[in-house]
């Protein structure tokens, strides 16, 4: 089995597992988002199974979007949203926890490079938990996206 063959799902889930818990979507985004930036800088493909798309990526994005809803409805997550509170928080769960540490067990079974994949998330992760979303929005590697996308500073 190959490293792209790691579900974008699992690399979403594994952002929550190692955060617990993530405030905003904003936040969960751009998280997400530097996660996926810094497998293809370290020239792993499974960071390719993310797209980017303005408002369609992340926890907005449609299949994670569906995909979150999904694994609320199968009790792997929790997410909080009341009426007029912002931001919605995202919590993982015990049975969360455990498909993740399963995943974890198959790939590293499966998938050579494995360990060094969920270093560099690791990393990525811990660099990145302490921000907001806004400071994380701010990071070269997204004003550099974002540039892309409207050819100016954003």
Not at 33 to 44: A, P, R, V
Request: charged content about 35%.
């Amino acid at each position: 089995m190959n490293e792209e063959r790691i579900n974008k799902n699992f690399l979403h889930m594994y952002s929550l597992y190692k955060s617990d818990c993530i405030e905003g979507n904003l936040k969960f985004e751009k998280l997400c988002y530097e996660l996926k930036e810094s497998l293809i800088e370290n020239s792993y493909k499974c960071g390719q199974n993310f797209d980017f798309e303005r408002n369609k990526f992340g926890p907005r994005e449609d299949g994670l979007s569906k995909a979150n809803i999904k694994f609320e409805m199968m009790g792997l997550i929790e997410i909080e949203k009341e009426l007029g509170k912002k931001p919605v928080t995202y919590k993982i769960k015990e049975k969360g926890k455990l498909w993740v540490e399963s995943l974890k067990k198959f790939y590293n079974k499966t998938v050579p490079d494995f360990s060094s994949i969920i270093s560099v998330a690791d990393n990525s992760l811990e660099e990145n938990y302490n921000l907001s979303g806004t400071q994380i929005v701010k990071k070269e590697r997204v004003q550099k996206a974002k540039e892309e996308m409207w050819g100016k500073k954003v």
